[in-house]
């Protein structure tokens, strides 16, 4: 599962044949493994295993996988296999993982929305808890929305699941308030940021008391982006080396993936008055910004997209081209595929520079796919945001009024171009066709003003268009063959070969543009090709021609060329 969610849960077993309890949860593999090898070798437990959890995006289920396992081997179960009807947590500290704060999140969305708070600061702040204890209903009501499904997953009665969570919540919220009340809670900016991740780092639950420590630091902040900074500045002065780093950074990581996966959050730091394109495109940056900020080197279509930066962001840019907060790019880089996947407009009132920027961000998320997020996601992202350029509204608008027949076709060309996805291509293909078989489209290139050769030129370049669209042969085939009838009709009413043909300009260099009419260079391929052939092949075989290319051997080597293309054509 290249680029989903992952973290890792270290369980420890106090007594042999004792129930396994989790002590600490980090995106931080190394301190979760050396973490669990410390306590082995210091005789605290009598067994430790390292679980690696990845998040299914479209399930928002996590699977499981043990890499790490020591001290005494699994007592022998009488059952082979057991039902899983028991709840997801069973202890307060079941709380603090990743995918229970996912779910608190969601559950209490709205009020913690209402506080500018995260559900990392809910866990960690004793004045949070004591609010929501009080409000009541809120914290009734997320127990409820929990239990019922739950209930029906496990074959439990809804009130059996919410006495288990509400004595869950109990515990959990006794917990906190007794270790405030007590004073075991470090002040991180009174004694600081490095001396107390140092300090609690030989704690059994280090990261939680670091938690607290860092929530209360972040909490006088009164918006997400003086949040961000406050962990941008504990960041700064986390330890040097070693494990207490580890574990002050996997602490400062858990808030900052979550008020940065969020749209309030993200958008706040980046910019809420900039189009949601442009802010996109700042995330995609921040998310990799070893390889967006290449791309913008040699692709000035994603350089143009690209806002400038503030200080934060700049700061912000800075940690995460670093090995470390990998769980922070992650969630910018799914809150971008999000944002892809819903409704909004990147361009609302600018359809032309929505194609635009939703070319640029696919080079930016392609070239940072793998690393952050699977590659088959980003495409999928961008088949689902294709199909709205396809509706006919926004083809209205992107279309206008004011265009001629043949810049209609134009833009219907780079629409399709920069649209995926079968069903999308096939969509663009009827736009096209549409297009392309009206009459407006005929009477235009018959009746224009231009030059008859000015027209066939054009019709050529449209008909090789077609083909670099990504559409399929049966779509485009037919696309072309009407162009070619368009250019037959052209040059059939100015007779394009006969003047050609009977011109007073010398034999080789009619017999020259014949070839580059007959070949689709100049002309389409069709009725109008095929009679500028008919016309070349009776020039070639008189003998002033001849004595002429005789005179000029680098237009006989145009000839040969010309004669190759058109007889693989053929």
Sequence with gaps: MSGAQVHYELFIRRTPGAAWVLDMATENRALATKTAEEMMSAGKVAAVKVCKESLNAET???????????????????????????????TPQD??????????????????????????????RPDLVE?????????????????????????????????????????????????AKKGNLPDVDKEGFAKAAERVSREPERAYLLGAGVAASIAPARTWSDKVVRLLDLADAAPIVGPPRGLALGVIEQPMAEILGSRAGLDELIGKELDLGVRLAAMARLAAAGPVGALMKIEPSVAKIMPPETPATQRLAKWLATEDFQAVRVAIARRVLRELTGPRRLRPNDPTGEIETLRALAMALTAAAGSLVPLDEVQAAFVTRSKTLLTPDFVESYIGRDRSAKEEVEALMWL????????????????????????????????????????????????????????????????????????GQVEADAKVVTTLARGQSAPALRLLVLLRMAAGEISPIGPAADRARAEALKLIRLDETRNDLARAPERMGQVRQLMEQITKAA
């Design 95 to 124: 709380l603090y993982t990743v995918h229970a704060r996912d779910r608190i999140g969601r559950l209490l969305e709205h009020w913690l929305d209402r506080r500018n708070a995260t559900p990392f600061e809910l866990l960690h």
């Design 60 to 90: 928002r289920e996590f699977q499981s996988i043990s890499i790490l396992t020591l001290g005494a081997a699994e007592p022998v179960k009488a059952k082979a296999v057991r039902e899983d009807n028991e709840p997801l947590c069973f």
């Design 416 to 487: 399709a171009e920069n649209v995926i996805g079968a069903v999308n291509k096939r969509q663009a293909g009827r736009y096209l066709a549409s297009s392309i078989g009206g009459m407006r489209f005929e009477k235009e290139l018959r009746n224009g003003p231009d030059a008859p050769g000015v027209k066939l030129e054009a019709l050529a370049q449209l008909q090789r268009g077609v083909a670099r669209g990504g559409l399929v042969p049966e779509d485009y085939g037919p696309l072309q063959a009407k162009i070619g009838d368009v250019g």
């Design 131 to 179: 609010e929501l204890e009080g409000s009541g209903t809120d914290l009734q009501h997320a127990i409820q929305k929990i239990a019922i499904p739950e209930a029906q997953a496990r074959g439990k009665t809804v009130h059996e699941l919410m006495r288990t969570f509400q004595g869950l919540v109990e515990r959990a919220i006794e917990r906190i308030l007794k270790d």
